[in-house]
Every structure is written in C-alpha cells, then in structure tokens.
C-alpha cells in the first residue's frame, strides 16, 4: 500500500491478463482506478480485492468495446474527468486463422475492438492529457514487427497501434502527453483459449507470465521509453531497426521515379 496520489488510472481488458494485472500494479503504485471490460462480476471481484489490498477506490464500468455506444461512453469519460492521468489500452482480441479463414463478423470486431476503439479513446485522452498531462500506453505485439509469423489481421491490427503511438510521440513531444506502445511476445493469458488457440503448443521458453510482462513494461515505462520490447534482451537490434526506418523517410516521396523502376527507351 503506498500513501502516494498519482490520479486515476483507466485500463481496458481489466477484467483478467494483462489488464488485470496492470490494475493491481497500478493500484499498488497510487493510482486510483477505472476498470473497463464486459465482464462486471469479475472486475468487481478483482476491485474488491484492490480495495482491501491498497485502500485506492476502484470504479467498474461495464463496457463493450466492439459497440460504437460504449467506446463512446468511455471516451466520454476520459475527455471529462479531470482526474484521469493515465489510459491504458489493453483490450484485445485474435482469431483461429488469417483472413481467408474467417468471415466478415469475426474480422469487423477484432478491427472494432483493436483499431477503433483504441484509436478513439487514445484521441480522447490525448487531447484532455496534452494540456493537463497525462500519459496513454497502448499494448501493441511483437507481430508488429514480424507479420509473417501468424495471422496478418491481428499483427496488422498491433502495426496500426504501433504506428498510431510513434506518431503521437512525435506530434506533441513538447506537450504534456506521453505515450508509450509495449509489444509483447507470446504471453499466457485468455486471449489463446478465446481465439481457440493453445497457447502451450508454443515452445515453453517463448511463453512470458503476464506479470512479469507488465512489471517489465512499467520499466521501460518508468525510463521514458516510446516503444518497449520485453522479451527482446538485445535493445541495439530495436535501435538498428528504428534507425534504418528513419533513416529511409527523407528518400520515400520524390518527385522522380527510382532509377531501378524506369522504362528503358530503345534508341
């Protein structure tokens, strides 16, 4: 239990995983919190547990976030109460197959649930946290960086917020937002079973505790980092990759066609 008053801190997918576990970090750290998920009995249980265990108030509100009215009620809150510091976007979903093997319900709901309800709450806070302060983490996946490893819905889904992340750093650096996107790897939480997966089929060494994942992720949330990795021990391969990344922008809009791609002209 900690005596100090950081604000309140709002966390989709709160309901168990990683959600879950931020809440009891957070709570732990002296936030005051706002739980966001469907289920209600079992935020209710885990804001019980946080009442007792940190004597930080803890407010469920009921919300599915695949329905345009609730992200919508959500993001009302975030623009209106001045006492929200931090947003935590963490609900999410996968599915058993790529995009030739799921039909169109099952694909608008994950774009409903991991693109445009994380995109208009992070607007909403955003635009109260640039003049008040407050920081929004987003939790993207590794897939980001590597779509050829699974399905290309969900790691399309995890590249958008990734990129929606680095372009808010770079948009408002001299504001009082801060951003941050984790990417984990492989991490044993619900989202497997839901999306009829088995998480245990992955090799033992590549599966992270979801704890663990998020005390790492407070880490590099605590340094100030924009993008953090916590299975990746090897920070300079991230930073070869961003530096190659930037270093290609100034050279991919001109007004000439590349060389490598013009028409030869017969003499």
Known sequence: MT???????????ASSGIGAVY?????????????????????????TTLRDQTGRAVEVLPADLTHAADVAKVA???ATDGAITLLVNNAG??????LLDNEAPAIERLIALNITAPTLLASAAGKAFVTRGGAIITIASVLALAPEMFDGIYSGSKAYVLNLTLGLAAAHADTKLRV?????GATRTEI????????NAFPAEWVMEAGDLVDAALVGFDKGETVTIPPLADEDQWIAFDTARKAMAPNLSRRDVAERYRVAVDA
């Open 192 to 199: 497997w079973e839901r999306s009829g997966k088995d998480v």
């Open 23 to 47: 809440a009891d970090r957070l709570a732990r750290r002296g936030y005051d919190l706002i739980l966001v998920a469907r289920d209600a009995a079992r935020m209710e249980a885990l804001a």
């Open 3 to 13: 005596d100090k008053v950081l604000g309140t801190a709002l966390v989709t997918g």
């Open 93 to 98: 979903m996968s599915l058993n197959g790529g």
């Open 76 to 78: 009302d809150r975030l």
């Open 180 to 184: 941050q996107a984790v990417l984990p």
